[in-house]
T-cell receptor, first 115, second 112 residues
Framework: DTGVSQDPRHKITKRGQNVTFRCDPI?????LYWYRQTLGQGPEFLTY????????KSRLLSDRFSAERPKGSFSTLEIQRTEQGDSAMYLC?????????????FGPGTRLTVL | GESVGLHLPTLSVQEGDNSIINCAYS??????FIWYKQESGKGPQFIID?????DKRQGQRVTVLLNKTVKHLSLQIAATQPGDSAVYFC???????????FGEGTQLTVNP
């Protein structure tokens, strides 16, 4: 399978705990995006990497959230001191950097439930 | 603020009928539009895209129409099948590589 992969697919945690999600993009893609989706809504942008550089962050990305892409390949999204409002589907997408390859393809998502 | 929205939250059709899902966008600077299909518990799946220099693009059983004058986008699905049942989102962006802004989605139900 050469699509975007995410791990874990589901995570249940207690309020106040830290969680970390991983995203592996399509291998030839150098752009990687994180989105959050709550029930019944469309995905909302969180942050974006081009290679290892984090180029844009949404105001939704509070200081409890941090994303990294240290080697320009896989990325991690960490949420510290989780709150019930963090419960959502966290989606990763990747794309190339040319006009013919800039379509964003999404992974299956990580469903986070904060108790 | 800028937003992308859908006219109808739900659409129910009979198998074999054609479906039309509509989307309005408000950012006149948007130059790239994508339709995604999302099944329950899965990530959005790319269906078809269109750039602002075009007004129509066709794929396999799907057609996207773009009317920049009224900032309207539509997705037409021919001979709708039960497997087409899902939530459909339109998304827009204004520059290559930039964030996508999604609408709220339309739930398409295909009745056998």
């Amino acid at each position: 399978d050469t699509g975007v992969s995410q791990d874990p697919r589901h995570k249940i945690t207690k309020r106040g705990q830290n969680v970390t999600f991983r995203c592996d993009p399509i291998s030839e893609h150098n752009r990687l995006y994180w989105y959050r989706q709550t029930l019944g809504q469309g995905p909302e942008f969180l942050t974006y990497f081009q290679n290892e550089a984090q180029l844009e962050k949404s105001r939704l990305l509070s200081d409890r959230f941090s994303a990294e892409r240290p080697k320009g390949s896989f990325s991690t999204l960490e949420i510290q001191r989780t709150e019930q409002g963090d419960s959502a589907m966290y989606l990763c997408a990747s794309s190339g950097r040319t006009a013919s390859t800039d379509t964003q393809y999404f992974g299956p998502g990580t469903r986070l439930t904060v108790l | 603020g800028e937003s992308v929205g859908l006219h109808l939250p739900t659409l129910s059709v009979q198998e074999g009928d054609n479906s039309i899902i509509n989307c309005a966008y408000s950012n006149s600077a948007s130059d790239y539009f994508i339709w995604y299909k999302q099944e329950s518990g899965k990530g959005p799946q790319f269906i078809i895209d269109i750039r602002s220099n075009m007004d129509k693009r066709q794929g396999q059983r799907v057609t996207v129409l773009l009317n920049k004058t009224v900032k309207h986008l539509s997705l037409q699905i021919a001979a709708t099948q039960p497997g087409d049942s899902a939530v459909y989102f339109c998304a827009e962006t204004w520059a290559s590589g930039s964030r996508l802004t999604f609408g709220e989605g339309t739930q398409l139900t295909v009745n056998p």
